[in-house]
């Protein structure tokens, strides 16, 4: 049996083509692909058995004119032994080596790192054993050209993780069935409501191929980063609600945790929430996506933001204040914009007061009538913060070649 | 003989002709319960809905032709600027239906192509035309065991799908077409469209279960006389067994989609972990009946085929 194990054998043409020329992630991983190969080339064997034969036989017997019909076999014992005997232990077989496949991804290791994934429409967020979530987002697209960053696509969260650790993932859903799938580990699970469900894995040991680009500063960075993806359908953005997985060496997950356990003002707590929860749906350049925009003016001059006054659906205005966007998160379908459909789900239980009061004061921060803040320090959480580090939200959001 | 054969052929007197006239005529097929006439009208039913699936399926491809991305394009001035491109389907429909994303219109594309596909086509395909068409003939009686019944399934059918192309003509669903909850009872504040589509399929039930019933029946008791069970063709019995499978797993379906529509209606609760309710609950009663279903849409194809290399062999 054809197994791929996490050393550097070069796997084989077939598999590339398979599989792609990502590795799997570990062994459980490893042994999904061997089992997969194993089932192909059974299947292959038996297809080409008897697909020739029904072919050759389809010829061979064939109704010619003058020829009489042969007489039909009889009744078989020995044939219908052997025919029943090897494909039901065939089967047996490929059950057996699946179900301990399964179980080596379902039963979590004593010693495991638990990270709990809370999926809703239409982002991923995950939490580490310590508290804290990653602030870290990731477009789709970066490119640096002498005029400045060009960024496309959409923000994925990155998800640290250290290397050669057992991690269990306890994941639910806020609303909807979404299914967390990592597809270098080859497993997938259903992310429900009602109660928790969970697989495990373990992160591979970081090799010299595994790099990859540091946001800022461009530098080759030690880790590797593997996709996440949602895979059971849950509306408009279901295929983009993605999430990146970063192993890195244990000494910068440690650092990263420490980093992030400081608190944030409001308006740097509700910029990380904007752009972990409603970056999908709502722009900060006027763009009109699936909510409204949150910028105080837009290209066709009626104005979004703070302390603008709103249309809604049924003709009447409303002035945007704090109650206003309170109302909208908790009860978004209580009032709904003029030219939107009511796509959006009740925050309720999920944002806690303090979140709520840091989206309304970013989402303040972006007009020209929101209230007046504080000093504008850049650097109010410790070195190594790379929320902070980055360059906000507006300037990145322009185009390079603009003035900025 | 070509000359009698000719003059008989117009003669009004031969039961062949039929009564004259396109009123006549029509009437004739839309009140039949010849069991001929009917695989023949479940013929053109199943293969007009197979149509509309197709449709479905090249809206999907249409919208893939340039799908919604984010993408560097050089603007007029010159320089490189990020912009959100693709909206085929958007331009196609959103007129008509107002400020839909492109998104949920390439889902509600999908969904259609499944739910028609699936329910109104393939399910009831191959039984109720070949298996209407050729079992009394193979199994040597004059016609199904309930002939009238026959004709109501036919009619069902139709009323069920009509249901469904009404889905379709409000703007179609967007649930996918296993209509999971909580996405199912959650999404579109106005009910009609889901309840519509939902409500189709649990029709469309019926049709499979009555027609399911009279060729079980057929094969149990119109038999030739001297017919014994060893001596029917192959078709006949992957027919036959697709008719038990019908019976009894569409009934399960049926109360799964009530109780869906019950869900969104009148909020029971019972797909609502809120309430008490569970999600999962709803998966395992749809699959109850699609597991068994996909074995309904195959061995009628098992049967064709081992009826074609039975006759075809010497």
């Known amino acids: 049996m054809m197994m791929q194990t996490i050393a550097n054998t070069q796997p084989a043409i077939i598999e590339r083509m398979i599989f792609g020329d990502r590795m799997p992630g570990d062994e459980a991983a490893a042994w999904s692909d061997g089992l997969f190969m194993m089932i192909l080339w059974f299947s292959t064997f038996f297809f080409v058995v008897l697909m020739g034969l029904m072919v050759y036989f389809a010829i061979k017997y064939r109704r010619r004119p003058g020829v009489a019909p042969m007489p039909s076999p009889h009744h078989n014992t020995m044939l219908e032994v052997f025919w029943t005997v090897v494909p039901s232990s065939s089967l047996i077989v490929m059950f057996v080596l699946g179900f301990q496949g399964y179980t080596m991804k379902l039963v979590s290791p004593q010693d495991a790192m638990e990270l709990r994934i809370q999926g809703f429409k239409w982002a991923w967020v995950a939490t580490y054993p310590n508290g804290t979530t990653s602030p870290e987002l990731q477009p789709l697209s970066k490119r640096t050209t002498p005029e400045g960053a060009i960024i496309a696509g959409k923000e994925f969260p990155i998800f640290y993780l250290p290397e050669d650790t057992n991690v269990t993932l306890r994941m639910q859903s806020s609303d909807v069935i979404h299914s967390f799938w990592i597809p270098d580990f080859r497993v997938k699970m259903d992310v429900i409501p009602n109660r928790y469900t969970g697989y495990s894995f373990r992160t591979p040991r970081l090799t010299g191929d595994d790099v990859y680009i540091h946001q800022e500063t461009g530098e080759e960075m030690l880790g590797r980063d593997m996709w996440a993806f949602c895979a059971e359908y849950c509306g408009d953005e279901h295929s983009r609600m993605a999430a990146t997985i970063r192993v890195v060496p244990q000494e910068i997950y440690d650092q990263k945790m420490q980093d992030w356990g400081v608190k944030l003002p409001p308006v740097e707590l509700g910029r990380q929430l904007y752009r972990q929860i409603c970056a999908s749906c709502h722009s900060l350049d006027g763009n009109k996506l699936i909510g409204p925009p949150w910028n105080a003016s837009s290209d066709d001059d009626s104005e979004y933001g703070y302390g603008y006054p709103v249309t809604l659906d049924d003709g009447s205005t409303h002035m945007r204040d704090p109650n206003y966007y309170r109302e909208s998160i908790l009860d978004p379908n209580a009032k709904i914009v003029n030219g939107y459909a009511a796509a959006m789900a009740s925050y309720q239980g999920q944002l806690s007061d303090e979140e709520i009061d840091g989206l309304i004061a970013f989402i303040g921060s972006l007009s020209d009538l929101g209230p007046a803040q504080g000093e504008d320090d850049p650097d109010v959480t410790g070195p190594g913060n790379e929320a902070a580090d980055e360059p906000t939200l507006d300037q990145a959001e322009e185009p390079a070649g603009s003035d900025s | ?314």
Do not use: C
């Open chain 2, 1 to 314: 003989m070509s000359t009698d054969t000719h003059a008989t052929y117009h003669d009004e007197g031969s039961y062949l002709s039929g009564p004259p006239g396109m009123m006549a005529k029509i009437w004739q097929w839309m009140t039949t319960v010849d069991h001929k006439k009917i695989g023949v009208m479940y013929l053109f039913a199943v293969l007009f809905m197979f149509f509309v699936g197709g449709v479905a399926a090249l809206l999907v491809r249409y919208d893939l032709l340039d799908p919604l991305r984010t993408q560097e394009i050089i603007n007029a001035a010159g320089e490189i600027e990020v912009i959100v491109t693709g909206d085929n389907l958007s331009t196609l429909f959103g007129g008509i239906m107002g400020d839909i994303p492109e998104t949920q219109l390439y889902n509600r594309a999908f969904t259609l192509h499944g739910a028609v596909m699936v329910f109104m086509f393939i399910v009831p395909s191959i039984p109720a035309s070949l298996g209407n068409f050729f079992l009394p003939i193979m199994v040597g009686a004059k016609d199904v065991a309930f002939p009238r019944l026959n004709l109501l399934s036919w009619y069902i059918y139709v009323f069920g799908a009509l249901f469904g192309v009404l889905s379709i003509l409000l703007g179609g669903v967007d649930t996918g077409w296993t209509f999971y909850t909580p996405y199912s009872t959650t999404t579109d504040a106005d009910h009609w469209r889901v309840v519509l589509m939902v409500s189709a399929a649990f029709i469309l039930g019926f049709s499979s279960i009555l027609t399911g019933l009279n060729f079980v029946v057929t094969v149990h008791k119109l038999r030739a006389p001297g017919m014994g069970w060893f001596d029917m063709p192959l078709f006949i019995w992957a027919i036959y067994a697709t008719a038990i499978i019908q019976v009894l797993a569409t009934p399960v379906i049926g109360i799964t989609l009530l109780l869906l529509v019950f869900e969104r209606l009148m909020n029971i609760g019972i797909f609502d972990p809120a309430m008490g309710g569970d999600p999962v609950l709803y998966q395992h009663f749809f699959w109850f009946y699609s597991h068994p279903v996909v074995y309904v849409m195959i061995l009628p194809g098992f049967g064709i085929i081992s009826e074609l290399l039975a006759v075809h062999s010497r």
